[in-house]
């Protein structure tokens, strides 16, 4: 039987090209690491519920709790132990009406809220405050309606104002704009230059889309919305008007802008930071915090290294600072070290 001869193969070249070589140790992966996590770059989010005795779970966010005004101090020293850049406060109020006045009394709760949270903090870390009216109105949209039912922009902005000033007069070291209103900022800086309060600064939520992934936050603030935001929030496919919306706000005077969610808009993040003259942060979501803590509940994926990568990933995208859920987790970890 003829024999079958084998073509001769050529000896394999050796690559010219190796970056495992900068992958090869635990101590060469550190060194060369291009995204470095530090918990002077997180914020946690806190929910404080008017008239809560104590710390309500939330069930859509297994891990996150309403905070009662009680509990609150303590979950801002302990935030402020842990090393986080700031705390952002929500207000969980017990009534709502249509204009959301508890959002400008000066009793309503994230008030409150703000002058325990500053007091407790005394310094040792950034506490801000939500501007919005979703918390306050009982229709649950952003701002006040119009007669026929329409988010009234010019008139949600003398709201915005209003809640402004008393804001930073609780104390709040930081106001997030977070409605999606035409010319809030400037609205804001002039209400706030005009009062006295020409040092506290705005952080903008320039681009925040109309995303599925709020959907546990409604859990957090009891909130029921009637009908959607896309008339007011970025509709999720456009990727130049998040960057458009972040110039306007830095021209209207925006200290910080941000984009949220994070995780699904990390393009216009990279964006948004190639063309800022100032920080440029991301929150990462409720809906992004139920997804993984869902997951991994199920055993379907690994918590900790999904945390970790998720807001590396917002970091190399871009944002010089974090609003995350898992804050102070994840501080833990980066003062241990603990991060593979
Ligand atoms: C508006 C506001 C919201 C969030 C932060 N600020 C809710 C919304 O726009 O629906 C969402 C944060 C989250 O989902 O974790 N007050």
Not at 240 to 263: C, N, Q, S, T, Y
């Amino acid at each position: 039987m003829p024999h079958r001869r084998l073509g001769r193969v050529s000896p394999t070249p050796a690559p010219r090209d190796r970056p495992r070589r900068l992958r090869d140790t635990p101590a060469m992966r550190r060194l060369v690491s291009e995204t470095r996590l530090d918990p002077a770059d997180l914020v946690l989010p806190i929910f404080v519920r008017e008239g809560a005795a104590a710390p309500l779970p939330i069930a859509s966010m297994p891990g996150v709790v309403q905070h009662s005004l009680e509990s609150l101090p303590g979950a801002v020293t302990d935030a402020a132990a842990a090393g986080l850049g700031g705390v952002m406060l929500f207000g969980v109020p017990e009534q709502r009406d249509a204009r959301g006045s508890g959002a400008t009394d000066p009793e309503g709760i994230l008030n409150v809220a703000t002058r325990v949270a500053a007091d407790a903090a005394d310094g040792a870390l950034v506490v801000q405050t939500d501007l919005c009216l979703d918390e306050f109105t009982d229709h649950g949209h952003c701002g006040v309606l119009d007669m026929l039912g329409r988010v009234d922009n010019d008139a949600t902005l003398e709201r915005y104002q209003e809640m402004a000033i008393v804001q930073a007069a609780s104390g709040s070291q930081l106001l997030g704009l977070s409605g999606m209103m035409d010319g809030q900022v400037a609205a804001v800086r002039e209400a706030l230059d005009g009062s006295g309060f020409s040092n506290t600064p705005i952080l903008a939520y320039s681009a925040k889309y109309a995303s599925a992934f709020y959907g546990p936050f409604r859990d957090a603030i009891e909130s029921t919305l009637e009908g959607d935001r896309r008339t007011y929030q970025l509709d999720p496919g456009n990727r130049r008007e998040g960057l458009r919306e972040a110039l306007i706000d830095i021209d209207e005077g925006a200290d910080i802008v941000m984009v949220k969610p994070a995780g699904s808009y990390l393009d216009v993040l990279a964006d948004i930071s190639a063309a800022s003259v100032v920080p440029v942060w991301a929150y990462q979501v409720s809906g992004e915090y139920a997804m993984i803590e869902a997951a991994a509940a199920h055993g379907w994926i690994d918590r900790k290294r999904a945390v970790i990568e998720t807001v590396r990933g917002i970091r190399r995208a871009g944002a010089d600072a974090v609003l995350t859920y898992w804050a102070l987790e994840l501080a833990d970890w980066i003062r241990k070290g603990d991060l593979a």
